[in-house]
């Protein structure tokens, strides 16, 4: 559809008096009509595929009529997460769950596209494969399509619906898969976004997926399936590596202890797909905030998943594509419940911690943070941050950097009303999609001198991502990000530029993760 008929279109619409701007664009797949604010056209929730319980989705490739776009689609079921919770107590947050939840959201510059397309920016989102949404306000797409870029925020099935893994549902699956729904579900939205993003002025060969937390484990984690080839043509990883990966008997023993909570065997899918969906989203552990514990996430199934990732990185496979590649400084300051636990505020109490997870290698963890921190509780803070997050995230990184170009960040702002949470886990986010005045990111700056400081680090920030989105080569106002590996990170921070690389000393205990 040639640009001056969307001109038409958003000029008629306006004399429509006290009526909201609309524009209607025709894509390969039919219809779709959106709205026009700022600068900006919004699609929100177009349906991009369908899925029964714990089948493949089907590809929505076409549509008759018109789809109206103009409001957020069903979040996908979930429980406990911050975004529920938001509404619980804020009101409509979000909409409301359902299980024919796939949908995505688009935003579009109005101006017109440099004749290759726009760039594609594909958000997924975070919440421990439990939570979250594409429809989140966070995560508005407004800010980044101002820079001149395709933004698209998707949904995916979540906790048992998107991630559970039975003996049962392998058998009646015609590849033998079984556990990697909610992954099954992103490849199809890359795909509609390949099919689809041309009739909004994107360009279907330029398109970098992003994802944060469990978003970026799930990018990091296609990088080594053979199904995602071709899905996307680079990655930004923000605090997430592949690491958090179930093999196929861990995944199956978790779902046995499940099975024996809703009396249901793991050899009776019958028994499963009839249980009701209240009691389907209660399995996630909402109430355990040890991530590592959730009996959620990405499955070694033998169809979407060879092996565990980073044995497949680093054994040369997986997808060689560009990277840009990071996490915060302080993940694990976010754990409030930390402050409420004396445990962890004494060295014994940190050791009886470490124990649970590290076994045999007990004593020379505990040595290795003794002789870097002074209290306990700030050596569980860094153990947590380097163990769960930052160190994978880099050591994918490093994999994948042996064979293409890998570049590195870590992001060091802290609020100077919350300084006790410091460079936490999500704090990146208000500043790559400019919502700091959306709630709760608003609670980080609070004060309209706080907004003014931060205003030119989000723009290096943003420039940072659409300028990796658009050339693959990240650069943060005059600063470019360097390679990871070349002893330097991009740090961020309201005094942007180059930090020493710390994978030495914060990662040593770290480096070589589960794929020796």
């Known amino acids: 559809m040639k640009r001056s008929l969307v001109l038409l279109l958003i000029l008629l619409s306006a004399f429509v ?15 779709v009509e959106g709205l026009v604010a700022d600068g900006v056209m919004s699609f929100k929730g177009i349906t991009y595929a369908r899925a029964e319980r714990w089948r493949e989705p089907r590809l929505v490739d076409s549509w008759p009529g018109v789809i109206r776009a103009y409001e957020y689609g069903p979040i996908c079921p979930q429980s406990g997460d911050i975004t529920v919770r ?10 409301p769950a359902s299980e024919d939840c796939l949908n995505l959201n688009v935003w579009v510059p109005t101006a ?19 939570g979250g949404s594409g429809s989140e306000p966070i995560y508005d797409g407004s ?4 820079r001149g870029v395709v933004v698209v925020t998707i949904n995916y099935r979540l906790g048992a619906l998107g991630f559970l893994a039975l003996p049962a549902l392998a058998a009646e699956d015609p590849h033998g898969s079984t556990g990697d729904y909610g992954l099954l579900d992103q490849l199809a939205a890359f795909r509609w976004v390949r099919e689809q993003i041309a009739g909004f002025g994107g360009d279907p060969d330029n398109v970098t997926a992003f994802g944060e937390s469990a978003g970026s484990m799930s990018l990091c984690t296609l990088l080594a399936s053979p199904l995602a080839a071709g899905a996307f043509d680079r990655a930004i990883l923000e605090s997430g590596g592949c690491n958090h990966v179930l093999t196929r008997a861990e995944a199956y023993s978790r779902a046995a202890e499940m099975g024996e909570r809703v009396g249901c065997p793991s050899d009776d899918a019958a028994c ?24 959620f996430k990405p499955v070694v199934d033998g169809y979407l998943l060879p092996d565990l990732p980073e ?13 840009f590649v990071g996490a915060n400084a302080e993940e694990y300051r976010l754990d409030l419940t930390a402050v409420a636990n004396p445990s962890k505020f004494t060295w014994g109490g940190f050791e009886r911690l470490v124990r649970e997870k590290e076994g045999e290698r007990t004593a020379e ?10 209290d306990a509780l700030t050596a569980y803070y860094a153990y947590m941050t380097e163990r769960v997050l930052l160190c994978p995230t880099y050591r994918a990184g490093r994999l994948v950097g042996e064979r293409a170009p890998v570049y590195g960040y870590v992001f060091e702002w802290s609020s100077p009303h919350w300084g006790a949470l410091g460079s936490a ?4 986010l208000p500043f790559v999609f400019d919502t700091r005045r959306t709630w709760p990111f608003w609670e980080l700056f609070i004060t309209e001198p706080t907004f003014e400081q931060t205003d030119a680090l989000t723009a290096a920030i943003e420039q940072a991502w659409v300028r990796f989105a658009r050339e693959g080569r990240p650069r943060a106002g005059m600063v470019p990000a360097p390679r990871l590996g070349s002893g330097w990170l991009l740090g961020l921070d309201l005094r942007w530029g180059w930090r020493p690389d710390f994978w030495n000393e914060r990662c040593a205990l770290w480096g070589a993760g589960e794929y020796q």
Request: proline share 11%; glycine share 12%.
């Open 86 to 95: 938001l509404g619980r107590l804020l009101g409509p947050y979000v909409p």
């Open 311 to 323: 044995k497949v990185l680093a054994a040369g496979g997986g997808l060689r594509l560009p990277l």
């Open 365 to 374: 963890v505990v040595a290795h943070y003794r002789s870097r921190f002074d």
């Open 143 to 146: 800010a980044l399509a101002r």
């Open 272 to 295: 499963w797909r009839a249980l009701p969906l209240d009691e389907l989203v209660g399995l996630a552990r909402s109430k355990d905030t040890d991530f590592e514990k959730d009996p």
């Open 112 to 130: 017109d596209p440099p004749p290759q397309g726009w760039p594609v920016m594909v958000f997924v989102h975070g919440g421990s494969f439990t």
């Open 17 to 31: 008096w006290a009526e909201p701007q609309t524009v209607r664009l025709r894509l390969p797949g039919g219809w």
């Open 425 to 428: 886990h999500g704090f990146e």
